[in-house]
């Protein structure tokens, strides 16, 4: 039976978005403040209620803020500078932020759902009359020399859709970047980790994270405040097994939870009244390009990593503030193809160096959870007493902050970027990001 869905075309449009999780949120907010008209769809039928990320770093929040969206999130979630390790039964404190107060108006790491971020975005859209097409699935595309032409599956037939642009932000299993023919190159972790959201009674402070990690298991305690006070990410020592291609997520009890997170803190900390709780699998990929003609890739289509640093959901948001203003200067007739070019140019390397650093990190972390004497001695010794003395120096703090926040990523190398000659000796480079100063805004701009 065919309804009236399955003969309808529409088209040329500017854009359209496939996705609507913060990337593709991001990318329709970008859009919509220079006036770029598109479509966000997404074959979920609601919004996710649920989510893994749970942390925006101050880079985000800046590019944001450019459109006021970055105060709103700081209201909204809990700001934290402290981490509490718990280590074999010692405790030690490592200070993560507040030291740059001076260079950003958002010095620390603020903790919020994925679904309220989510939320948040889209509330923003609503509100200038942007509609997210729920229940709208892309079925396959054809790019040619002068925009691409989309299949999109409706409850109610199909539709054909023309577009200049299409962008895919539609995570992992992305149909846009399989549809171009891009690989996805790197593979999954053998760890299984199990992730909550729950309350707990416990030696847990509200106001910091926590990190408890032993021979017989890991457990990360992060104040995020709702659904539940405490989100929980946890790992058995003996947990992996054999890469596999099955689901990357599964249901897990509170019960099951409960065994790791007292094998990781000693049974010091009982889990109750939980929201969400699941198993869950991690990969590290990243696709060989961003682009293919006039179809890109953004966030988690491009990049998937460890969560070391809680800078998945960032880099994907940032992937689309960049990619944004450029679609945007390319349809206003304002610069040529050339400069959608520097998208590739700009974000690949930052997702490469991400997948790097975070895999490495994510290896030595690993390593650590080991019940041998020399693991027992290296985490009471050499994390739990070196590490916050080390941390101490307000030099190696900015360096760390720099990193987790994303403060440092820039763009000198770019294509787009011309450094003046002679260059100047002091202050920002051509292609860095603009310091703050006096807690004004930044021009982030350009992501």
Known sequence: MHSDRAQR???????????????????AVQLQSFGV?????????????????????????????????????????????????????????????????????????????????????ASHLEARGVSIERGVELVDFKAE?????????????????????????????????????????GAPYIQDFLLGDVEADGPLDTEALHSFAGGHGVAMFFPLGAPRTWRVIAMA?????????????????????????????????????????????LHHRQADRYRAGRAFLAGDAGHIHSPVGAQGMNTGIQDAWNLGWKLAFNLRGWADDRLLDTYQAERWPVGR???????????????GISASAVARWVRREIV?????????????????????????????????VLEGKPSLSGGPKAGSRLPVSGGRKSDTSGG
């Open 9 to 27: 075309t529409t088209g040329p449009l500017p854009v359209l978005i496939v996705g609507a999780g913060p990337t593709g949120l991001a990318l």
């Open 237 to 281: 020592p003996d947990s992996g097994g054999e890469p596999t291609t099955a689901a990357e997520t599964s249901s897990l009890s509170l019960a099951e939870l409960q065994v790791v997170v007292d094998g990781a803190t000693g049974s010091t900390v009982r889990l109750r009244d939980p929201a969400w709780l699941t198993h869950f699998r």
């Open 384 to 416: 739990g007493r070196v590490l916050p003395s080390v941390m101490s120096s307000r030099r190696l703090r900015d360096f760390a902050f720099g990193f987790i926040s994303e403060l440092r990523i820039h763009y000198r190398f770019s294509p787009a």
């Open 353 to 367: 160096s991400l997948l790097r650093t975070t895999d490495r990190v994510f290896g030595l972390f690993v390593r």
């Open 145 to 185: 020399n002068h925009g691409v032409t989309s299949t999109l599956r409706h409850a109610d037939g199909t539709e054909t859709v023309g577009a200049m642009y299409l962008v895919g932000c539609d995570g992992a299993h992305s149909k846009v970047r399989k549809a171009a023919g891009i690989a996805f190159e």
């Open 37 to 121: 008209a598109f479509r966000i769809i997404d074959r979920l039928t609601d919004r996710g209620r649920e989510s893994r990320a749970l942390a925006i770093q101050a880079r985000t929040l800046e590019l944001l803020q450019s459109v006021g969206i970055g105060d709103q999130l700081a209201a909204a979630g809990r700001s934290s500078t402290r981490l509490l390790l718990h280590l074999d039964g010692h405790v030690a404190k490592v200070v993560l932020g507040g030291f740059g107060a001076t260079d950003t108006r958002f010095p620390y790491i603020l903790f919020l759902s994925q679904a309220e971020t989510e939320r948040i975005l």
